[in-house]
């Protein structure tokens, strides 16, 4: 089953403007993690947030988590053309013994940055 | 390059051939994951290893598939009599703990005809 689901599908911008992606989940977590894939490519991981963190920069990469609503955003600011990939949050369900194993993943958002 | 390496890259088989996969997760990671991704989804988790011993197998993980860590450093999936459903890019991630970040490997594109 696929906990986080990220809103947009797909998302269309200009180069130099900033991208906003949502992400929301369902259970209580310990971490929430960002991904880009580029297309046919492995994971590259983005960001990590922990479940008592808020928010978190990297970069050009700004990630808010709000635990009440089980909701994350990853926004990338004057994206680039190589910004131009598949977004991914994964989350680690928190279990009865308080640790985790597994991640679990959405669907993804498109991201296309036009030059 | 100390990253997850995965081999081989690609692997075309014919359905009902056995095939083996190699992960080498970044050295001193101690859990090593195997996830499976088909078009247009996220990756699913597997299986994973906490050194040597695997600790976890999920329902996908049907009787065909074997997955091992002999000396707890590198991982191989084997799928048994492959079918066309088999057909997915099988990625390998390692972490140091389960608080920390997972790493994914470059992973083996499998197409079974």
């Known amino acids: 089953s696929q906990q986080g689901e990220e809103d947009p599908q797909a998302l269309s911008i200009q180069e130099g403007e900033n991208a906003t992606m949502n992400c929301s989940y369902k259970?209580?977590?310990?971490?929430l993690q960002w991904y880009r894939q580029n297309s046919g490519r492995g994971l590259v991981h983005l960001i990590l947030?922990?479940?008592?963190?808020r928010e978190k920069h990297s970069g050009r990469l700004r990630v808010t988590l709000d635990t009440s609503k089980k909701s994350s955003s990853l926004l990338i600011t004057a994206s680039r053309a190589a910004d131009t990939a598949s977004y991914f949050c994964?989350?680690?369900?928190?279990?009865?013994?308080?640790?985790?194993?597994?991640?679990?993943f959405g669907k993804g958002t498109l991201l296309t940055v036009n030059p | 390059d100390t990253g997850v390496s995965q081999d081989p890259r690609h692997k075309i088989t014919k359905r009902g051939q056995n095939v083996t996969f190699r992960c080498d997760p970044i050295s001193e990671h101690n859990r090593l994951y195997w996830y499976r991704q088909t078009l247009g989804q996220g990756p699913e988790f597997l299986t994973y290893?906490?050194?040597?011993?695997?600790?976890?197998k999920s329902r996908l993980l049907s009787d065909r598939f074997s997955a091992e860590r002999p000396k707890g450093s590198f991982s191989t999936l084997e799928i048994q009599r492959t079918e066309q459903g088999d057909s997915a890019m099988y990625l390998c991630?390692?972490?140091?703990?389960?608080?920390?970040?997972?790493?994914f490997g470059p992973g083996t594109r499998l197409t079974v005809l």
């Open positions: 259970t209580s977590i310990n971490n």
């Open positions: 991630a390692s972490s140091l703990a389960w608080w920390n970040e997972q790493f």
């Open positions: 947030i922990r479940s008592n963190e």
């Open positions: 994964a989350t680690d369900e928190r279990n009865s013994g308080g640790s985790n194993y597994k991640l679990t």
């Open positions: 290893f906490q050194n040597e011993a695997q600790l976890e």
